[in-house]
């Protein structure tokens, strides 16, 4: 009788091994859902630091003109009444054909 006790505590204690080691919520489950929860968290960070630099943004466009006047300046060219435009063009490089070295200037590959 005894024998059957610790043959039946025995197989209760290896199905439980088991499961713990392989079945459903195993640590090797544990663990992958860890090494997501971190990557995730990374993700999460990076991108709530993009998220203020944008609110930063939105912010001094709505109340300052120096953020509107650089974007003016920088992406449309605009320059301000009384200023002088002087624009810089890089001579081709040799071998280069005309429409190249044109859209090279203007950042296109």
């Keep these: 009788m005894l024998r059957w006790i610790a043959l039946l505590l025995l197989l ?9 080691w392989f079945g459903s919520g195993s640590m090797q489950e544990v663990d992958s859902l860890r ?14 630091k993009r998220n203020q630099a944008l609110a930063a943004d939105v912010h001094d466009l709505k109340h300052g003109d120096q ?10 060219g605009l320059i ?5 435009f002087y624009q810089v063009v890089e001579p081709a ?16 590959p």
């Design 12 to 20: 209760l204690l290896v199905g439980l091994q088991l499961k713990l």
């Design 35 to 48: 090494i997501a929860v971190n990557k995730q968290a990374g993700d999460n960070a990076r991108l709530q």
């Design 67 to 76: 953020a509107v006047e650089a974007r003016a300046r920088t992406e449309l």
């Design 80 to 84: 301000k009444p009384g200023e002088v």
């Design 93 to 108: 490089r040799a071998g280069s054909s005309p429409a190249t070295a044109a859209s090279a200037a203007r950042g296109l």
